[in-house]
């Protein structure tokens, strides 16, 4: 009898389907002609919370969520890109989709945080535009306006990833991501987590939520309309 295993706490799984819905957004209302751009400026805010929840998530969250339990080593990479048969694939994230999230997480921080720095020169201006030097904003322009085909690039790169799992070891990477769970067939009970941490999840996101209304309306320096 196949028997399910907690891998992927709620707070991580809750994490990810809002991402994935806050990207979509952020780029459908990223153009100017639609009349969306405050709601641009929004999906920008909860990114930015998401990837810092996400970062604190991963040193103080479950098992599988947890940096120190997924970055692979060198050894641990090369091992599993040359398919060593004794190595036991991760109850978690493989090597590859580790380095895939590491990824993922730090081109949207950036592209969050160079958002906050935007200047458009006819509608809006980000809540630092003119905050730093000329040179470094003229930088963090530059990469707002070309990251995010760094990030549909990762996107594309991830649903490959969950096709061939699903058509050439008959697993689903999504499923597990809804429900948490993982067979006995794929994970042993050793690897199951007890509880997703609910409680201190909703400390965390509350404080990085307080971060984020403090970071760009209390302490921005200017307040008018600006893109995102």
Known sequence: M??????????LRIFHWVLVATIA????????????????????YVALGLITFR???GFLGTRHSQFKNFIPTPSKLISYVKKDKHMQ???GHNPLGSLMV???????????????FMNDDI?????????????????????HRNSFDFILGAIALHIIAIISYKKFKNKS???????????SDDVSEKDAIKHSKIILAIIIALAVAAF??????????????YYY
């Open 102 to 116: 590491v990824f993922m997480l730090t081109i949207i921080l950036l592209q969050a945080v160079s958002g906050l």
């Open 25 to 44: 957004a952020a780029w459908y209302t990223s153009d100017q002609d639609n009349g969306f751009i405050d709601y641009h400026l929004i999906c920008g």
């Open 123 to 143: 509608f809006t201006a980000g809540p630092y535009n003119g905050a730093i030097d000329k040179d470094i904003e003229a930088i963090l322009v530059f990469i």
């Open 2 to 11: 196949t028997t399910k295993y907690l891998i992927w706490d709620l707070p």
């Open 173 to 183: 990477l999504v499923l597990p991501m809804i429900t948490g769970k993982k067979s």
């Open 89 to 91: 694939e991760p109850a």
């Open 55 to 57: 970062f604190l998530w």
């Open 212 to 225: 984020v209304y403090w970071l760009v309306v209390m302490n921005a320096p200017v307040a008018e309309e």
